[in-house]
C-alpha cells in the first residue's frame, strides 16, 4: 500500500476522533454545567445569629444560612447541640464559629466537616484560649461589621469565582449600614474621657475598652461570669466607688442570674447611678445593627446624666 493511500485512510480516522472528541466534550460541558447549576448555592451555617445575619447580607441569594444560637432566651454557655445540628454543620459549605472557648461544639463540628470554608472569630482577633483578661465575647468588637463580611466575601468567592464582586459589593453594602453605628461610637468614646463604669459581667468589655472606657472593679464581673461569687473585698470595692460617686454608669447583663449581681445593681439604683443594660444574645426581631445602637444610645444618653 502507497503511503498516499495510507493518508487517505488516516485522514476519515483521525476526523471521526475529532468529532467523537467534539461529542463527548459538548456531553461533559452539559454534564458540568448541569451539576454546578445544582450545587451553585453556599449553605451556610453560624454558631450565633449575629453572624449570621452578616452570613445572609454577604451571601444574598446564593445560598442559605442557618443560625444555631437564634433566640434571646437560649443560653451559649449551656447549650448542647442535636443529631440535627451535627448534620447542617455537615452538609455546610462555609461555618463561622466565634471560637475563644465561647463554642466548641461549633468547632468541634467544623473540624469534622474537612471540605468546609470555616471562619473562627478567635482566630481573626488573635485571642489565646485562657488568655488572661481575654474576652472572648466577639460581637462586641467594634470593627465586626467591616472585619467578618471582609472574610465572608473571600470564603464565598472561593466557592463561586464568578461571583466574587457581588459578595465583595454586599459586604460594603453592610458596612455602610453600619456607617451611623461607627458614628455613634466615635460619639460615645468621646463622652467615655475620663468616666468611670462598673459591670455585672465583663459582655460589653470588647466595645467599652475600644472606646475608652475606664472599668473598675473587673474582679467581681469576672468572677459572676465564671459562675463564681464576687469576693467580699470585691463587693466592697464595688459599694465604695459607688458611695464616693465615682461612677458614671453601671452595665448589667440582665441574663446575669448571680444574687450578688443583683444587690450589685440594687445598690447603684439606691445611690442614682444609670444603669445601662448590654446583653450576650441579640434580642428577637431585631438587627445586630440596631441591637448594638440601642444600648449605645443607651450608655450615650446615662453618660448625660
Not at 444555631?68 to 454543620?89: C, L, R, S
Not at 482577633?125 to 489565646?128: A, L
Not at 458614628?183 to 468614646?189: G, P
Given at each position: 500500500m502507497s503511503n498516499k493511500q495510507t493518508k487517505f485512510i488516516w485522514v476519515p480516522a483521525i476526523l471521526v476522533v475529532i468529532l467523537l472528541g467534539m461529542i463527548f466534550y459538548s456531553a461533559w460541558q452539559r454534564q458540568e454545567t448541569k451539576v454546578s447549576t445544582s450545587k451553585n448555592k453556599?449553605?451556610?451555617?453560624?454558631?450565633?445569629?449575629?453572624?449570621?445575619?452578616?452570613?445572609?447580607?454577604v451571601l444574598g441569594k446564593q445560598g442559605t444560612v442557618t443560625s444555631?444560637?437564634?433566640?434571646?432566651?437560649?443560653?451559649?454557655?449551656?447549650?448542647?447541640?442535636?443529631?440535627?445540628?451535627?448534620?447542617?454543620?455537615q452538609k455546610a459549605d462555609v461555618i463561622v464559629s466565634n471560637g475563644g472557648g465561647f463554642d466548641n461544639w461549633s468547632l468541634n463540628f467544623a473540624k469534622q466537616n474537612k471540605a468546609a470554608k470555616t471562619i473562627n472569630l478567635a482566630h481573626l482577633?488573635?485571642?489565646?484560649d485562657g488568655t488572661s483578661g481575654g474576652n472572648e465575647h466577639f460581637w462586641y468588637k467594634t470593627d465586626l461589621t467591616t472585619r467578618l463580611t471582609n472574610q465572608l466575601a473571600v470564603k464565598y468567592s472561593q466557592l463561586m469565582p464568578a461571583k466574587k464582586?457581588?459578595?465583595?459589593?454586599?459586604?460594603?453594602?453592610?458596612?455602610?449600614?453600619?456607617?451611623?453605628?461607627?458614628?455613634?461610637?466615635?460619639?460615645?468614646?468621646?463622652r467615655l474621657d475620663g468616666k468611670k463604669l462598673l459591670a455585672t459581667e465583663p459582655v460589653f468589655d470588647n466595645t467599652l475598652l475600644a472606646l475608652g472606657a475606664d472599668m473598675q472593679d473587673q474582679q467581681f464581673a469576672r468572677a459572676v461570669e465564671e459562675g463564681d461569687d464576687p469576693t467580699p473585698s470585691d463587693?466592697?470595692?464595688?459599694?465604695?466607688?459607688?458611695?464616693?460617686?465615682?461612677?458614671?454608669?453601671?452595665?448589667?447583663?440582665?441574663?446575669?442570674?448571680?444574687?450578688?449581681?443583683?444587690?450589685?445593681?440594687?445598690?447603684?439604683?439606691?445611690?442614682?447611678?444609670?444603669?445601662v443594660q448590654a446583653r450576650e444574645t441579640k434580642p428577637a426581631q431585631t438587627s445586630y445593627i440596631a441591637w448594638q445602637l440601642k444600648q449605645l444610645n443607651a450608655l450615650n444618653e446615662a453618660l448625660q446624666e
Open positions: 453556599i449553605t451556610v451555617v453560624a454558631s450565633l445569629d449575629s453572624y449570621g445575619e452578616m452570613a445572609e447580607a444555631i444560637i437564634n433566640k434571646q432566651n437560649m443560653d451559649p454557655h449551656e447549650y448542647e447541640p442535636t443529631a440535627n445540628v451535627a448534620k447542617q454543620y482577633y488573635n485571642y489565646k464582586t457581588y459578595f465583595e459589593k454586599n459586604a460594603k453594602n453592610y458596612q455602610k449600614k453600619a456607617e451611623k453605628l461607627v458614628d455613634l461610637q466615635n460619639q460615645v468614646k468621646t463587693v466592697r470595692e464595688w459599694q465604695e466607688l459607688i458611695k464616693q460617686g465615682q461612677i458614671a454608669a453601671v452595665i448589667d447583663n440582665p441574663q446575669a442570674t448571680g444574687k450578688l449581681a443583683k444587690q450589685g445593681v440594687d445598690y447603684a439604683k439606691a445611690h442614682d447611678v444609670p444603669i
